[in-house]
């Protein structure tokens, strides 16, 4: 492994583990969480010896809307408009200037045609097995406060000055 020289060097390299981690509460919502850590802060705790985990993962789905093939058709049209006037943009900066508007106009309508056709190939590839759209989101049911053990007294006195 090599050593980083030059101007970068000398910054520091934020770690997401402490040596001896010790608790110093446990919290329900994250906001409570960040909001111990600030009074942490606020009172000149060495907050980057702090880390806020998240624990008991779990997955949520949330299905947002039936997912038919004229919305598969729509939405990959779209996807590949935005392709083609990509595409077009860069093709254009290497025609003239006539030239240029057509070379976007057509790049776009046949980005639209291959995103639409390729949008389709994969919905008939499901074969009916996810006919739903949805956003899926990882959340934490807790939220650890933890900080390195030759500061938890610290952290402790300071937590507890603030309940009080």
Same mark, same amino acid.
């Given at each position: 492994m090599t050593t980083p020289t030059g101007p970068r060097a000398a910054l520091p390299r934020p770690t997401l583990d402490l040596d001896y981690p010790k608790s110093l509460g446990v919290f329900e919502r994250y906001d409570q969480a960040q909001e111990a850590v600030d009074y942490l802060s606020d009172h000149e705790f060495p907050v980057d010896q #702090?880390?806020?985990v998240?624990?008991?993962l779990k997955q949520v789905e949330r299905v *947002?809307? =039936?997912l038919t093939t004229? =919305? #598969?058709a729509l939405g990959?049209?779209?996807s590949g408009v935005w392709l083609g006037? !990509?595409?077009?943009?860069? !093709?254009a900066l290497f025609a003239g200037p006539r030239d240029a508007l057509m070379t976007v106009i057509w790049t776009a309508c046949f980005g639209a045609v291959f995103g639409l #056709?390729?949008?389709l190939i994969g919905y008939a590839f499901t074969r009916g097995r996810r006919d739903f759209t949805? #956003? *899926?989101q990882v959340v934490a049911t807790r939220y650890e406060v933890l900080t390195e053990h030759k500061l938890v007294e610290r952290a402790r006195d300071l937590l507890d000055g603030r309940l009080s």
């Open positions: #702090v880390l806020i998240g624990t008991d *947002t809307g =039936r004229g =919305r #598969v990959g049209a779209l006037l !990509f595409v077009g943009l860069i !093709f #056709v390729w949008g949805s #956003v *899926t």
